[in-house]
């Protein structure tokens, strides 16, 4: 089989529908593009001998590979989202290769001068040599995720033409809405009927992600005192310049504009506010549970001090539990690393274990008992009109499917 052939046609297919998600949608899939795709990947996984395959009223697509191993293997399952951000248009989108790669500037559009640099996106200097896809200015690409449509599709279609080869039961999902935070809001884990499973995901070939934020929101409710200002000496306590003071004390090292890699910050998002009473809407990020703790306990004492300085004042502060790090649930069950790491080293890549600075469905998943780390799809530079991905970095994708399930079948009779 031609991978890069048949990756890119399929890629060409799925990017042409626009599967934008939209936050203000009350449906699941939020828009009816989600369900055109679904569609044609439900008919392609059939066409190309995928078991029980099901697509159901939201737009959620499951099959099976069954198990032609000697021994009982694990189930493992593969998922891709179907919606693309709702941030750029993905109307009308236009791939282009630009082959063999120079590491040089790539020109996605001259009209609307989109030049993709190595000096702002290192990433591209890994892949001197390799077919680039973009997109063609004015649109996202939307390698994010249909390069991971095509990556699973593709890794199944190779595994049904080559039967010798020995691997347990593969379970695929294709999930909707996942870049408004709703992916697994409808998924069955027990339908779904795998032990482990992968997202395919991820950006640049090698990366693989376990580890996820813990977030939590938060919400600062303020009531003030207002007086008519020209008899407000000593009386008038202003909501609005409360809020803003408790904003402003906030350290400015721990905002999202301010933090990487493990950093954790505050990021306020919405402030609503008058002399009477003021209402601030925020989120709290970090890694570590317990720096998390530390964060809130740290915003709180700024509020008891706004307190005293403004007695008086009611001042409430109220944070949620938002998801957790999957780390917690994977590292409980360190084989689903163990085989990824395996398969990816054994397509000649040096795995890069990477925390996500957010959330992914597989957190979720996680936590709902099927331990679900990233897997790399070759892209970069998601959710905009930059975004690119590797037609190479998509082949070490799906070779790194195929001898994933490979691993597990090798293993699991020591298990
Ligand atoms: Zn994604």
């Known amino acids: 089989m031609d991978f890069k052939k048949e990756l890119y046609s399929r890629f060409e297919r799925y990017v042409k529908i626009n599967t934008q998600s939209k936050e203000e949608s009350k449906t699941c899939p939020s828009t009816p593009g989600q369900l055109k795709l679904a569609k044609l990947a439900a008919g392609e996984m059939k066409k190309i001998g995928l078991k029980n395959v099901v697509m159901d009223r939201f737009g959620y697509v499951m099959a099976s590979l ?36 120079n590491g040089k500037d790539i020109v996605i559009s001259r009209k609307d001068k989109i030049v993709l640099s190595p000096k702002t996106c290192p990433q591209l200097l890994e892949c001197a040599g390799h077919d680039i896809i973009t997109a063609s200015g004015g649109t996202l690409l939307g390698a994010d995720n249909k390069a991971g449509i095509a990556i699973v599709l593709t890794a199944m279609e190779w595994l049904i033409k080559n039967p010798g080869v020995k691997r347990g039961a593969v379970k695929i999902a294709l999930t909707p809405d996942e870049e408004i935070g ?138 949620k539990k938002q998801y957790r790090n999957m ?46 780390p990233n897997i790399f799809t070759g892209g970069y530079n998601f959710h905009g009109k930059y975004e690119w991905v590797s037609l190479d970095g998509m082949e070490k994708s799906c070779r790194t499917l195929v001898a994933l399930a490979q691993e597990w079948e090798k293993n699991s009779g020591k298990l």
């Open 66 to 101: 069954p198990s032609n191993a000697a021994h009982k293997v694990p189930v493992i399952g593969f998922l891709a989202h179907l919606d693309t951000s709702p941030e750029v248009s993905g109307e009308n989108v236009r791939p282009q290769v630009h082959k063999n790669y």
């Open 182 to 319: 709703r992916g697994v809001d409808n998924f069955n884990v027990k339908k779904f009927g795998a032990e482990y499973a992968y997202t395919v995901d991820g950006d640049v070939a090698g990366v693989v992600e376990k580890e996820t934020f813990n977030a939590d929101s938060v919400a600062i409710k303020i009531k003030g005192r207002n007086y008519h200002p020209g008899l407000a000496k000593n009386l008038m306590l202003n909501a609005v310049r409360i809020a803003a003071d408790i904003m402003s004390s906030w350290p400015e090292n721990m905002l999202p504009e301010t933090t990487e890699r493990r950093e954790g910050y505050v990021l306020f998002l919405t402030c609503s506010a008058a002399v009477e009473e003021a209402a601030l809407k925020g989120i709290v990020r970090e890694h570590d549970l317990g720096k998390l703790k530390k964060l809130e306990r740290h915003l709180e004492a700024i509020v008891a001090a706004k307190k005293l300085k403004y007695p008086g004042a009611e001042i409430h502060v109220e944070f």
């Open 327 to 372: 780390k917690e649930v994977i590292d409980k069950r360190p084989e689903v690393m163990e085989h990824l790491l395996s398969a990816i080293k054994s397509q000649g890549l040096e795995p890069k274990i990477k925390p996500v600075r957010g959330g992914t469905d597989g957190a979720r998943l996680s936590f709902m008992g099927l331990p679900t």
